[in-house]
């Protein structure tokens, strides 16, 4: 009988382990700081700039949308500027006036403040294959369109 209780007093010493609180308490500290270091490591110039690559490749599909569905020679495309870009047609040469891009309320786009761009236009014929003049370009980040399909990653 003694041995017994000397055996259940020396396995209780032995288990010390971390209590609930103890574990939930180092859980919610490493969420804090975990928080904070993300919050800090985020840059609101490079959502900016993301957020003005994707509206800007969705302009793009849609000008290429329409030229698709255009009568030949007249093609569509966006003509980009350092502060704006706008949505034009080519007839054939000529260019008319600009049309409403699509969530926009006029024919243009303006850059969030801070995003610049190179001067650049592009054009899709009725088969969507674009003709680029200038270096696709913005904020620093190359806009990429496959020359004869027309594809934009």
Known sequence: MMKRNQIIRKRSRQNRG???IEVIAVLVIIAIISAVVVVRGISTADVNLQAELDTLKGHLRYAQYLAINDIPPNRWGISIGSPSYTLVQD????????????????????????????????????????????????????ITITAGTGFIP
Not at 115 to 127: G, H, N, P, R
């Open 91 to 142: 007839l054939g040469g000529t260019q008319a006036n600009p049309y409403h891009l699509p969530g926009e309320s006029s024919a243009t786009h303006s850059f969030a403040t801070g995003i610049t761009a190179t001067a650049w236009t592009v054009l899709f014929d009725e088969w969507g294959s674009p003709t680029i003049t200038g270096s696709p370009n913005i904020g620093g980040q190359p």
């Open 18 to 20: 971390f209590t609930l």
